[in-house]
T-cell receptor, first 116, second 113 residues
Framework: DVKVTQSSRYLVKRTGEKVFLECVQD?????MFWYRQDPGLGLRLIYF???????EKGDIPEGYSVSREKKERFSLILESASTNQTSMYLC???????????????FGPGTRLTVL | GNSVTQMEGPVTLSEEAFLTINCTYT??????LFWYVQYPGEGLQLLLK?????DKGSNKGFEATYRKETTSFHLEKGSVQVSDSAVYFC????????????FGTGTRLLVSP
């Protein structure tokens, strides 16, 4: 069974702390994504990566950074957490598209982060 | 820009009722369209997809038809079950570049026995 796992389901941190959210996929996918999910706003793309050590900004990258040192692992980093980063964070992965074929994104269960 | 608009919820239905969740989109180019479902406490799962105009995606009794003339991709099911209670997200992806997904805000469906 294909799987995307995230390091924590629930996380509570204090303002100013450095926060690491980890995501691992076992499908040998090239692409990995980080989203945040907020009520009334749906999912918004923070960063994505199409290869090891490669990263691209999504729609809301401010306050976040990412790291992809190995193909299976994609980390989201909050350098100095703030209360407006309280949210549900979802990781996803997909294989590299070929031609016009769209490859499905597979999602992890999410990490609910609370910043106090 | 590219965007997806879906009806606000929650949508509350009795078991065996007919379901429609509206979704319209704005896109430059010719997008692929998707419905994802999120069950309580879980991540998103792909429910169905359509890659070109007039395609019909279907899965688990759900259907959606890609209507280019009305830029719509409405989700339907003839008879809902309690187990269909979830949040449903409409999304699009342009078939170029990195194929990022653009999501709607989600519609919560509550089905009562």
């Amino acid at each position: 069974d294909v799987k995307v796992t995230q390091s924590s389901r629930y996380l509570v941190k204090r303002t100013g702390e450095k926060v690491f959210l980890e995501c691992v996929q076992d499908m040998d996918h090239e692409n990995m994504f980080w989203y945040r999910q907020d009520p009334g706003l749906g999912l918004r793309l923070i960063y994505f990566s199409y290869d090891v050590k490669m990263k691209e900004k999504g729609d809301i990258p401010e306050g976040y950074s990412v790291s992809r040192e190995k193909k299976e692992r994609f980390s989201l980093i909050l350098e100095s957490a703030s209360t407006n980063q309280t949210s549900m964070y979802l990781c996803a992965s997909s294989s590299r598209p070929g031609g016009n074929k769209m490859h499905e994104q597979f999602f992890g269960p999410g990490t609910r982060l609370t910043v106090l | 820009g590219n965007s997806v608009t879906q009806m606000e919820g929650p949508v509350t239905l009795s078991e065996e009722a007919f379901l429609t969740i509206n979704c319209t989109y704005t896109a430059t180019g010719y997008p692929s369209l998707f419905w994802y479902v999120q069950y309580p406490g879980e991540g998103l799962q792909l429910l169905l997809k359509a890659t070109k105009a007039d395609d019909k995606g279907s899965n688990k009794g759900f259907e959606a038809t890609y209507r280019k003339e009305t830029t719509s991709f409405h989700l339907e099911k003839g008879s809902v079950q309690v187990s269909d209670s979830a949040v449903y997200f409409c999304a699009l992806s342009l078939n170029t570049g990195f194929q990022k997904l653009v999501f709607g805000t989600g519609t919560r469906l509550l089905v009562s026995p």
